[in-house]
């Protein structure tokens, strides 16, 4: 008999040989067909287990408190560009290119959790307009972005995936609706689950997301690299303490080397921390080129992968 337990780590591989020993013991002493059918069964009761071991190795990538997020308290010398218009029920933050773009593409921003209320969110939004593209920052958030010292583990109670992709799907269903064929959707924290999803799911055409936050990994890494064919890009933070670079690591373990068809890269910012990718500093040259550096990235991996 023989009885593979392939490259669980210690712990799982104990608790096999116990589940094993536990389902065989007092039938012993049997007949060699009665013994094959136990160990059938046994085996098919361990392999049950598997995906539970998995889950329970797998770890959520925490959110990171509104106090660790950098708020500048200077104005920019630029307003938003953009307007707030309600699509499908939805209300979005829309900016345009000032210049002759192409109506069938669109980038769809998902913000982080501050919301369309946080400058900066909107401003970023006018970036990707500048860089040529019509661009949509929907308000998945329902209304309720929370504030700049708000307790995320209270908040987070009422924005789950419940709430939150209706208004975010909505929303994508009216841009297909008006024409757009290829949507470039890019999240930043919070915002990265739900590129995550869409990915998954092949709802868009590309994605990239910054610092993401809530996500299962590996589960949800490994879910995109199953069922998705989606090229998929992602900035990180040296100092995150949510997706850590441990966790960056690990997500490239299930993606890079070629693994993931589709298309699969990760640029990692050092000397910055959660939300570099939406905030710097100005008076800090690191956090100025980080952000730059991530947008550009960002970028890049858009035109590489749009038609």
Request: proline residues 6%.
């Amino acid at each position: 008999m023989c009885f593979t337990l392939g490259s669980s780590d210690g712990n799982s591989k104990r608790l096999l040989i116990r589940t094993f020993y536990k389902h065989i013991k007092g039938l012993l002493p049997l007949t060699a067909p009665q013994l094959q059918v136990a160990s059938e069964r046994c085996i098919m009761k361990v392999l049950f287990l598997l995906p539970f071991l998995a889950a329970a190795q797998a770890a959520v990538v925490p959110a990171v408190d509104t106090t660790a997020h950098f708020h500048s308290t200077v104005l920019s010398a630029v307003g938003p560009q953009g307007k707030n218009v309600t699509i499908n029920g939805v209300l979005t933050y829309v900016t345009l290119p000032k210049k002759k773009f192409d109506p069938t593409t669109a980038v769809l921003l998902l913000t982080d959790v501050f919301g369309l209320p946080s400058p900066d969110n909107l401003l970023l939004a006018d970036e990707w307009a500048a860089a040529g593209f019509q661009t949509y920052a929907p308000d998945y958030l329902n209304g309720d972005a929370i504030a700049t010292d708000g307790n995320v583990t209270t908040w987070i109670v009422n924005h789950g995936e419940a709430q939150t992709t209706p208004p975010l799907l909505a929303v994508v269903k009216a841009l297909r609706a008006k024409g757009i064929t290829q949507i470039a959707a890019t999240g930043y924290c919070f915002g990265g689950l739900y590129i995550t999803r869409l990915v998954q799911n092949n709802t868009v055409e590309v994605g990239t997301m910054a610092h993401p936050s809530f996500l299962n990994v590996p589960t949800d890494i490994e879910l995109i690299k199953a069922q998705s064919h989606i090229p998929v890009e992602i900035n990180n933070a040296q100092l995150d303490t949510g997706f850590t670079p441990a966790v960056a690591v690990q997500t490239d373990a299930v993606l890079g080397d070629g693994q993931y068809l589709p298309g699969y890269f990760r640029r990692q910012f050092d000397g910055v921390a959660h939300g570099f990718a939406v905030r710097a500093n100005a008076s800090d040259p690191v956090q100025v080129a980080a952000k730059q550096g991530a947008f550009d990235t960002s970028l890049g991996w858009f035109k590489a992968h749009l038609k």
